[in-house]
Each structure stands twice: as C-alpha cells, then as structure tokens.
C-alpha cells in the first residue's frame, strides 16, 4: 500500500465532502482503539472542525486513558481539535432500571452491549447538529462489509465512512505512518461494549489478519471444503459471522405494494 498517498486521499476526500456538504467539520467518538485513533488524525488534517467525544459506559481505564492521551496528542498537533467528556454511565444505568427485569440477566448481555452502542451513537448526533458537524465513522473494511462485526444503528449510525475500504492490516500500517500512539497500535482490538476487556478476537474467535484471509478466499470463490485444520475453521467463522450479519450490510428491505393494489 502507498501510505502517505492513501493517508492524502482520504483527507482530501474528507474536506471535500465536508466542503461540499456545507458542514463546519467532523465529530468522532474516541474509543482508546486503533480505529477511531486513526480516524480521528485523518479528520483533524483536514484543518477544518473536529470534535472528539470521550463517552465512557462502565469503561475499562485502559480505554479511557488511552483515548485520554490521544486526545491531548491531537490537541498538541493541531489547533483544530476540541475535547468534550459525556459521562453515559448514569443515562445507561438509568435506561437499564426503566426496563421490565429478566430472570437470567446473561440473556440481555448483548442487548445491552448495542445499546450502549446506541447511546453514543445518540450523542454523537446531538453534538453534529448542535455544531453543524459530520459524524466520521470508524469502521474498517473487515468489521463493515466482511463479519459485520459493529451495532446497527449504534457505531454503524454514521455519516461517512473513511477507512471503510482499509483492511485491519492497513490501519495499523497507516496508525504507524500518522504516529499515532504506541500504546493504541499495539492494544488488543476491542469494542469496548462490555466494560472489561474482552477483545474482537475472543468474541470472534479470529484474529484480523484471519478473516482478511478468509474474506479474500471468499472473494476468490473458495469453499469452507477447500480447508482443513485451522484455516476450515477460520473460513467457518468468517462465513457464520458474514451470513448472520448479512442483514447490517445491505439496505433495509421495502415491502413494494403492487401497483394493482394501489
């Protein structure tokens, strides 16, 4: 990969959405991962508006003191940059009291693992209309289009999407290039949904550069028989997590009313 000339595309794809939407500038939760820390630096060298929103839910401090010093380091490399903490921890907790009780409570983990998704997602919008301002999304090209590995409607909830066409491997490759932190660059992949630290890896049970593999057997017409030992095994994961997720990467079905009927 080019680097420095992919890292120059998207910038100057960013500002000239942004410019042409008549819109001040970019807002962009900031997670303490890889993907919003890049995503972050891409919008902030476009000189135009950027809004960086801290958003903790019960959070590890790991993640919040990494997304801490990213913030600082953007704010030391350019003028541009504006910090803003919104503490979702009370609003969830809240939203989580309102709702009917269950008997097992690891029944409604995931629920509420999206909806902490959602909430940010909500935030993130407040503060775009408040100030006229896009919100970048940070998904890459493996979670958005190969194991939809993201919340619909929660971080999936974006306006543009400018690593979306970079592979994991890509965004570390470009982490480097921007000088991104080393302690983002090398922290384990996360969601940061569950308020420990669980990686993609142990949810998915693949590691990135794996499913790249498998997207890209995919994509050259392989069947999970063409495999045997761990690579039948990582092909099966990418292809369970593509199919059930499938319903995240297309548009939302129409029920069309025949022209009969009308």
């Not at 794809?13 to 042409?20: F, I, Q, S």
């Not at 600082?72 to 609003?91: D, I």
């Not at 999206?114 to 998904?139: K, Q």
């Not at 493996?142 to 939809?148: S, T």
Request: a negative charge; aromatic letters at 8%.
């Amino acid at each position: 990969m080019q680097t420095e000339k992919v890292i120059n595309h998207i910038v100057d794809w960013l500002k000239d959405y942004a410019t042409k939407a008549n819109m001040k500038g970019f807002v962009i939760g900031i997670s303490g991962g890889i993907d919003s820390a890049i995503t972050s630096t891409l919008c902030a060298r476009t000189g135009l508006d950027l809004l960086c929103l801290e958003m903790p839910i019960h959070q590890a401090e790991n993640q919040v003191g990494r997304a801490e010093r990213h913030i600082a380091w953007l704010q030391e490399n350019f003028s541009n940059v504006k910090r803003q903490e919104v503490n979702l921890t009370p609003v969830f907790d809240s939203l989580v009291a309102a709702m009917p009780r269950v008997e097992n409570e690891e029944e409604r983990f995931m629920s509420l693992a999206n909806t902490r998704a959602r909430l940010r997602m909500t935030s993130l919008y407040y503060f775009a209309a408040l100030e006229s301002y896009l919100v970048a999304g940070t998904g890459n090209k493996v979670e958005d289009f190969g194991v939809g590995f993201y919340t619909k409607y929660g971080d999936g909830g974006v306006d543009l999407s400018p690593i979306a066409d970079l592979l994991k491997t890509g965004v570390w490759e470009i982490a480097k290039a921007l000088g991104v932190n080393e302690e983002i660059i090398n922290a384990a992949p996360t969601d940061g949904l569950w308020g420990d630290d669980r990686t993609d890896e142990d949810q998915i049970g693949a590691s990135y550069p794996e499913l790249e593999w498998a997207m890209e057997m995919v994509d050259k017409g392989k069947t999970v028989d063409d495999f045997s030992g761990r690579q039948k095994e990582v092909f099966s994961i990418y292809k369970r997590f593509n199919t059930a997720n499938r319903h995240k990467m297309v548009p939302i079905p129409v029920c069309e009313i025949p022209k009969t009927l009308k």
